[in-house]
T-cell receptor, first 113, second 112 residues
Framework: GDSVTQMEGPVTLSEEAFLTINCTYT??????LFWYVQYPGEGLQLLLK???ADDKGSNKGFEATYRKETTSFHLEKGSVQVSDSAVYFC????????????WGAGTKLIIKP | NAGVTQTPKFQVLKTGQSMTLQCAQD?????MYWYRQDPGMGLRLIYY???????DKGEVPNGYNVSRLNKREFSLRLESAAPSQTSVYFC???????????FGSGTRLTVV
């Protein structure tokens, strides 16, 4: 069935380090892909999205590219800040399934000053 | 502020008690969803409503019921709470065109 696999956390980095959080998915057809972020004690916020192959989503310095050939949507940021500490979720959704979101387990990111 | 509003934010229930989690959105969205979030897992869909007057089961519907009262409101009811229902519950609405979702801030439920 459809699924999303993320790298396990926690991921601990120093401020200004380069970030990659891997995400791969299985799905029928070509779903929309999302990264959501959950800051401590808060709800989920959409970070970025991509709706078709080779699309690049970007926001707040984060980027992810929809790679159909590798069924991946890895999240990257060139220089992380302490304020980026949060849990990051990769997810996909398809109109054929009424846009039900299929979620990864989440990756906790800890940035040390 | 436009968005999804959930109440309550926190709740403690005893096993066997019932309660209703409320969710309302003011963005005129058609589709609404209830998810639960458990430690170390992604969110799992409990129920969804593609439009006013319709509801469908998600991945983990057992022990829950829902009501789509009108286009704005989508409530989740636990008829007889169990410790396994201890979780954080999120309501969400789907943007027109299906390009994204807005989530509520969540309800942290503990069943003792």
């Amino acid at each position: 069935g459809d699924s999303v696999t993320q790298m396990e956390g926690p991921v601990t980095l120093s401020e200004e380090a380069f970030l990659t959080i891997n995400c791969t998915y299985t799905a029928t057809g070509y779903p929309s892909l999302f990264w959501y972020v959950q800051y401590p004690g808060e709800g989920l916020q959409l970070l970025l999205k991509a709706t078709k192959a080779d699309d690049k989503g970007s926001n707040k310095g984060f980027e992810a590219t929809y790679r159909k050939e590798t069924t991946s949507f890895h999240l990257e940021k060139g220089s992380v800040q302490v304020s980026d500490s949060a849990v990051y979720f990769c997810a996909h959704a398809h109109m054929d399934s009424n846009y039900q979101l299929i979620w990864g387990a989440g990756t906790k990111l800890i940035i040390k000053p | 502020n436009a968005g999804v509003t959930q109440t309550p934010k926190f709740q403690v229930l005893k096993t066997g008690q019932s309660m209703t989690l409320q969710c309302a959105q003011d963005m005129n969205h058609n589709s609404m969803y209830w998810y639960r979030q458990d430690p170390g897992m992604g969110l799992r869909l409990i129920y969804y409503s593609a439009s006013e007057g319709t509801t469908d089961k998600g991945e983990v519907p057992n022990g829950y019921n829902v009501s789509r009262l009108n286009k704005r409101e989508f409530s989740l009811r636990l008829e007889s709470a169990a410790p396994s229902q201890t979780s954080v519950y999120f309501c969400a609405s789907l943007w027109t065109g299906g390009s994204g979702y807005t989530f509520g801030s969540g309800t942290r439920l503990t069943v003792v």
